[in-house]
T-cell receptor
Framework: KQEVTQIPAALSVPEGENLVLNCSFTDSAIYNLQWFRQDPGKGLTSLLLIQSSQREQTSGRLNASLDKSSGRSTLYIAASQPGDSATYLCAPDSGGYQKVTFGTGTKLQVIP | DTAVSQTPKYLVTQMGNDKSIKCEQNLGHDTMYWYKQDSKKFLKIMFSYNNKELIINETVPNRFSPKSPDKAHLNLHINSLELGDSAVYFC?????????????FGPGTRLTVL
């Protein structure tokens, strides 16, 4: 059974800082891993999808890396902005028809 | 031009009642999902449908019954609601190719059972 842990659970940083969110998963036999953003009271927005054969993906100020063998992924946010404040979830796909397991998330607050 | 929509957004009901949550996607995707997010914000997949056929059925009480009248809709019917059913339920969809696709989520339905 896949278990996903995200550290830290909460993070508060001043605007402009670069930061790293960590995700670890117990079953390294994954097909891909997705990072989501969740805003209070809203649905999930997909940020990045990394295939198991890839090491990283970039989108704007976001960079996600994947080390499948060690069961780890990181989400790097450059030059953080108050609009980045949200909960960030990682979700590895362990197989079947998109059998996705979510971590409990990292709640990020970027202070102006 | 909402991609994945859910109705209702909020649902408050008494224990023992039967209720349904509707989900529709206009993305032309083949696969749809239901997730439950509990009070600790933990998201767990409940069901997955591909082209109207059930693919994933996690350990969910059989009081929960998904219904997919067509590929663009996946409704969730819950019988005999219990207090522990209170949660936010998210619908999602993806194009359908296994292990390769981004999932798109609806805004969620907050269910409160009194």
């Amino acid at each position: 059974k896949q278990e996903v842990t995200q550290i830290p659970a909460a993070l508060s940083v001043p605007e402009g800082e670069n930061l790293v969110l960590n995700c670890s998963f117990t079953d390294s036999a994954i097909y891909n891993l997705q990072w989501f953003r969740q805003d209070p009271g809203k649905g999930l927005t997909s940020l990045l999808l990394i295939q198991s054969s890839q090491r990283e993906q970039t989108s704007g100020r976001l960079n996600a890396s994947l080390d499948k063998s060690s069961g780890r992924s990181t989400l790097y946010i450059a030059a953080s902005q108050p609009g980045d404040s949200a909960t960030y979830l990682c979700a590895p796909d362990s197989g079947g028809y998109q059998k996705v397991t979510f971590g409990t998330g990292t709640k990020l607050q970027v202070i102006p | 031009d909402t991609a994945v929509s859910q109705t209702p957004k909020y649902l408050v009901t008494q224990m023992g009642n039967d209720k349904s949550i509707k989900c529709e996607q206009n993305l032309g995707h083949d696969t749809m999902y239901w997730y439950k997010q509990d009070s600790k914000k933990f998201l767990k997949i409940m069901f997955s449908y591909n082209n109207k056929e059930l693919i994933i059925n996690e350990t969910v009480p059989n009081r929960f019954s998904p219904k997919s009248p067509d590929k663009a809709h996946l409704n969730l019917h819950i019988n005999s609601l219990e207090l522990g059913d209170s949660a936010v339920y998210f619908c999602a969809s993806s194009p359908g190719a296994p292990q390769a696709d981004t999932q798109y989520f609806g805004p969620g339905t907050r269910l409160t059972v009194l």
